[in-house]
């Protein structure tokens, strides 16, 4: 069965990101792809702040990734770039930790000005730890809802297109690489 990671790269309880990775999962549903979630905020505060590498939690974190076929990752744009948090989580994992798996970012951000930190901060990381990336796609969180219908939460149609069309993408790129290897 195809296995599927989302990373909530925010560190904020009511994160607009996490709207995007759950409207992704409603969408993967249709695929029957087991999807398992990482939530930054239910990560120990010591273990990033402190970099405990090695730790349980960032072990068994390791080991969920490494069984996955693809990775899902949003997170906000924060001074331009991705979040320090997320980096202090990502600096935990081993250093080709994404290779061989397909990986699907975007970015949630307050202004149009900042949608280059997709191209120039979030990629080239990812990229970093080997992942086969995406394009992704830039959100304005204007055009982000919460509290509506989750099918409805991205108001800009155009966009909705867009992130559609990566995550038909994301899951041909999954099916071709599984069938490369078998
Ligand atoms: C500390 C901080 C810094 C931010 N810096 C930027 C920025 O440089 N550019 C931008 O477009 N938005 C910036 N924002 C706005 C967030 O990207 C935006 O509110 C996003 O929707 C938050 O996503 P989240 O709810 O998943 O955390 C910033 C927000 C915070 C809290």
């Known amino acids: 069965m195809t296995h599927i990671i989302t ?14 990775i759950d409207y992704l999962k409603l969408h993967l549903k249709k695929y029957e792809y087991t999807c398992e979630e990482i939530q ?12 405990i590498y090695g730790h349980p939690v960032i072990n068994q974190l390791t ?12 997170c906000p744009v924060y001074k331009g770039a ?4 997320l980096k202090a989580f990502l600096d935990l994992l081993p250093q080709n930790i994404f290779q061989g ?3 699907y970012p975007l970015m949630v951000g307050g202004t149009r000005a900042h949608l280059l930190a997709l191209e120039f901060t ?23 809802k919460r509290g509506v219908e989750l099918s ?3 108001t800009n149609q155009k966009l909705a297109k867009r992130v559609h069309q990566q995550l038909t993408e994301f899951t041909e ?4 690489k599984r069938g490369v290897h078998v």
């Open 7 to 20: 990373i909530c790269g925010s560190p904020s309880e009511q994160s607009r990101s996490e709207t995007v």
């Open 40 to 51: 930054l905020t239910d990560l120990p505060t010591d273990v990033l702040m402190k970099g």
């Open 63 to 74: 080991q969920q990734i490494n069984l996955a076929d693809g990775i899902i990752i949003c």
């Open 82 to 85: 991705y979040p320090g948090v």
């Open 101 to 103: 798996k397909v990986v």
């Open 122 to 144: 979030l990629k080239p990381l990812l990229q970093q730890l080997k992942g086969e990336c995406l394009s992704g796609v830039f959100i304005l969180e204007s055009e982000l």
């Open 152 to 154: 409805s939460s991205i």
């Open 173 to 176: 790129k999954i099916i071709y």
